[in-house]
């Protein structure tokens, strides 16, 4: 049984997606409309008499009047903030949270007694262990990762969509995300996720100043999701080597700061009747694209070897699930991991990895 903002948050997401696939055609058909019936040369009375005239008749129009009803009990204050927000409020004066970052945490380091232990003491002609499944796995990972790609969520509504966009990220070896969200630290969605934030390195902002700050320090280009006249298509944008794709609220887009602060704005052509995309797919066909593009430019670089040691450090332990023994089992492969397992790409569709 969802719970009830669950269940709220569903019905809610699920009909905006509707109503902007079909808003986006309205436009579409509208604007062709004004042109053939050549709008723009009627006087302004006209013009708005023409608009009231259109509101009248969506009131017998399905679902629409019901809206437009709504709208009018509200009146001219109706807030434009999710009413629905879960996860924590801002301390005061703070601007950037650091979530649970795992390069960024102290682990025990391989000379543990522990680790002497798994690795059967001082007698080196100890044979070595078979490594976990899921070690290989995650040392295949870490040969994808990259920092030379970050996504940029500003202001999203739906933690829906945040959480969706996040797994993508980890799907595609991207290792950082950057999150705008003025209300709080807004609470990640694990049954969207599938807990692919726990592989990320993940860090929130109050406002948009904060987020730009920190992306000029880290030398990255802005790349921003728009349809301003300025926006060229994903596949042109220029990229070099070090760049964070920002995509905007689902309502609103990408705020003031980000847009006037980006070094490109981009589009993802599209050719249907619909050139509608959910955020979460925009989000994840450009960084498909993006990545792509850097691979086959040689600008996609993997990690350091001292940021990959201290992930390594970091997963290992989260993948001993708070199990002491598994942990010791893992750290005895920290100096020397296994070799990565095989490409999935190469594979199909595997099931789980398991430890054996």
Excluded at 3 to 21: F, N, Q
Aim: with cysteine.
């Amino acid at each position: 049984m969802r719970t009830k903002w669950g269940r709220y948050r569903g019905y809610v997401d699920e009909i905006e997606e509707d109503l902007r696939s079909a808003g986006e055609h309205l436009a579409e058909i509208e604007a062709l409309a004004a042109q053939t019936w050549e709008r723009d040369t009627w006087r302004f009375r006209l013009r708005a008499t023409a608009a009231a005239d259109l509101v009248r008749r969506a009131l017998d129009i399905p679902f629409i009047g019901d809206l437009v009803r709504a709208a009018w009990r509200v009146g001219p204050e109706l807030s434009r903030e999710a009413p629905d927000f879960v996860g924590t409020p801002w301390s005061e004066g703070e601007r950037i949270h650091v979530h649970d970052q795992p390069s960024h945490a102290s682990t025990r380091a391989s000379t543990s007694p522990a680790y002497a232990q798994a690795r059967g003491g001082p007698d080196e002609t100890t044979a070595r262990p078979t490594a976990p499944a899921r070690l290989r796995a995650a040392e295949r990972a870490l040969a994808h990762r990259t920092r030379s790609i970050a996504i940029g969520l500003d202001d999203l509504v739906s933690p829906r969509n945040a959480s969706a966009i996040l797994r993508t990220a980890d799907a595609l070896g991207i290792q950082e995300g950057h999150v705008v969200q003025p209300t709080g630290q807004p609470k990640i969605e694990r049954t969207l996720t599938t807990r692919a934030e726990r592989w990320i390195d993940l860090t929130w902002y109050r406002d948009p100043d904060a987020f730009v700050e920190a992306m000029r320090r880290d030398g990255r280009r802005i790349l921003v999701a728009d349809l301003s006249p300025e926006a060229e298509s994903i596949d042109d944008v220029v990229l070099g080597d070090r760049v964070a794709i920002v995509v905007g609220s689902e309502q609103r887009g990408v705020s003031d700061p980000v847009r006037e602060a980006a070094d490109a704005h981009f589009y993802l052509p599209t050719v249907g009747f619909t050139s509608y995309l959910n955020v979460s797919v925009a989000a994840a066909l450009a960084c498909w694209t993006v990545d792509r593009r850097m691979r086959a430019e040689g600008t996609r670089h993997p990690l350091d070897e001292d940021d990959r040691r201290a992930l390594r450090r970091m997963w290992y332990e989260r993948l001993a699930r708070g199990r002491p023994a598994r942990a010791a089992r893992h750290r005895a492969f920290l100096d020397d991991p296994p070799e990565p397992a095989p490409d999935r790409r190469s594979q199909g569709a595997p099931g789980p990895v398991n430890d054996p």
